[in-house]
């Protein structure tokens, strides 16, 4: 990956376009959609007006993420209205498109007009819209790209994954299409004892951010393998919104975000 441009966003750009920020992954089950709704919230309690829009097409969790599962948009002048959460950033979601039992089998086109509908949707009251979505770099990543245009884009890793070629393919994606990469950030990275909370690191440490800086991209921080932030994200209750000491990882991704 060559030629990448570390940047900032302004926390006064775009005054009357949105602020999207495009959260990806090389690969499924890194914690992207984890760390897409935990950012929202963080971003969110640093003062924006955030709107969440779960546009991953295999594996729609932020409905269950955000304590919202089963919830359905209502739709006013065509515009689908998103759904409101307890943490108060609006959801709206690819799984809220579908039935609950149903698998989302969607050939591209169809894909990138219902990315379409959650982007264009009633986000008048938003000013940044954190979009969770799928993992790799198919479709729905190329009409984000080319139609909706991010302000920039997150890439989330493991220690393990960022070894791997398929985070720096998605990194090469947004970067040749001229997306600006925000930063990287290492997730499960060590593992937190959920007895005495210290983190130790089977896979080494500094993995990330050295590749980070080899790759020319900011690195936003880490966040430790821990059962806390399993279980309260399988109880729809963010670990960004809690008061535990893990929601702090989170708040700290999020100030480095627009600084
Ligand atoms: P992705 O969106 O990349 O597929 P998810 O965010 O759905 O990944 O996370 C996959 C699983 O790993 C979920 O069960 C989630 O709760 C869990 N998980 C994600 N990040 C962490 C973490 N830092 N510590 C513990 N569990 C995590």
């Given at each position: 990956?060559?030629?990448?441009?570390?940047?900032?966003?302004?926390?006064?750009?775009?005054?009357?376009?949105?602020?999207?920020?495009a959260?990806?992954?090389?690969?499924?089950?890194?914690?992207?959609?984890?760390?897409?709704?935990?950012?929202?919230?963080?971003?969110q309690?640093?003062?924006?007006?955030?709107?969440?829009?779960?546009?991953?097409?295999?594996?729609?969790?932020?409905?269950?993420?955000?304590?919202?599962?089963?919830?359905?948009?209502?739709?006013?002048?065509?515009?689908?209205?998103p759904?409101?959460?307890?943490?108060?950033?609006?959801?709206?979601?690819?799984g809220?498109?579908?039935?609950?039992?149903?698998?989302?089998?969607?050939r591209?086109?169809?894909?990138?007009?219902?990315?379409g509908?959650?982007?264009?949707?009633?986000?008048?009251?938003?000013?940044?819209?954190?979009?969770?979505l799928?993992?790799?770099?198919?479709?729905?990543?190329?009409?984000?790209?080319?139609?909706?245009?991010?302000?920039?884009?997150?890439?989330?890793?493991?220690?393990?994954?960022?070894?791997?070629?398929d985070?720096?393919?998605?990194?090469?994606?947004?970067?040749?299409?001229?997306?600006?990469?925000?930063?990287?950030?290492?997730?499960?990275?060590?593992?937190?004892?959920?007895?005495?909370?210290?983190?130790?690191?089977?896979?080494?440490?500094?993995?990330a951010?050295a590749?980070?800086a080899?790759l020319?991209?900011?690195?936003?921080?880490?966040?430790?393998?821990?059962?806390?932030?399993?279980?309260a994200?399988?109880?729809?209750?963010?670990?960004?919104?809690?008061?535990?000491?893990?929601a702090?990882?989170?708040?700290?991704?999020?100030?480095?975000?627009?600084?």
């Amino acid at each position: 990956v060559a030629g990448i441009a570390t940047v900032r966003i302004a926390l006064t750009s775009q005054r009357t376009k949105k602020t999207l920020i495009a959260v990806a992954s090389g690969k499924g089950g890194v914690g992207k959609s984890t760390v897409s709704a935990n950012l929202a919230i963080g971003l969110q309690a640093l003062g924006r007006r955030v709107g969440l829009v779960d546009a991953d097409i295999y594996g729609p969790s932020q409905p269950k993420l955000m304590g919202v599962e089963g919830s359905r948009p209502t739709a006013k002048d065509k515009l689908l209205e998103p759904v409101a959460t307890p943490y108060g950033v609006p959801l709206l979601s690819m799984g809220q498109l579908v039935a609950a039992d149903q698998a989302i089998a969607w050939r591209g086109p169809m894909a990138a007009g219902a990315l379409g509908q959650l982007i264009d949707a009633d986000w008048a009251a938003q000013d940044t819209l954190v979009i969770d979505l799928p993992p790799g770099t198919g479709d729905v990543q190329l009409t984000m790209i080319q139609k909706h245009k991010p302000a920039g884009a997150v890439i989330v890793s493991t220690p393990q994954d960022l070894a791997l070629i398929d985070a720096r393919r998605a990194i090469d994606l947004f970067a040749k299409a001229g997306v600006p990469i925000i930063g990287l950030v290492e997730n499960m990275a060590g593992y937190a004892c959920p007895h005495c909370g210290e983190v130790s690191d089977p896979f080494g440490r500094g993995g990330a951010e050295a590749a980070a800086a080899e790759l020319g991209i900011a690195f936003l921080g880490r966040i430790p393998l821990d059962i806390a932030i399993r279980s309260a994200s399988d109880a729809g209750t963010p670990p960004a919104a809690r008061n535990g000491p893990e929601a702090l990882a989170f708040t700290a991704i999020a100030q480095r975000v627009f600084h």
